[in-house]
């Protein structure tokens, strides 16, 4: 019930821009962070507006991509039947290669100026 009423809310005041936190890194540096445009992001998901998500943050692709898999392997994971694939998603190999990227991403954000 929290969760929808999240989305709920998350949907309605999106557009104002008000409502939610600042990036810090960006206020105290002025470097885009590799989450800037996050926020902006999945509301333009949720939206159904892939191609405006992408503009906001490309590193969105990879954590969609990670957090759905995540997600249906928790869901669907009964009597531990996809222990194999569980192992190799939320292993350190699996995690440090998701931190590599993310900070990848920091640097070539900020060089690219994308």
Do not use: E
């Amino acid at each position: 019930m929290l969760v929808v009423a999240g989305i709920i809310y998350y949907c309605w005041f999106d557009t104002l821009g008000i409502y939610f936190p600042k990036c810090p890194i960006k206020l105290l540096t002025g470097l885009n962070c590799p989450s800037c445009g996050t926020q902006r992001a999945f509301s333009a998901l949720l939206h159904g507006h892939i191609i405006q998500a992408l503009q906001y943050n490309w590193f969105i692709i990879f954590s969609v991509i990670y957090l759905l898999l995540c997600t249906i392997v928790v869901v669907y994971d009964i009597n531990g039947r996809l222990y194999r694939f569980r192992k190799y998603l939320f292993g350190r190999t699996t995690l440090m290669l998701y931190v590599a990227l993310y900070f990848l991403w920091f640097v070539v954000r900020n060089l690219l100026g994308v």
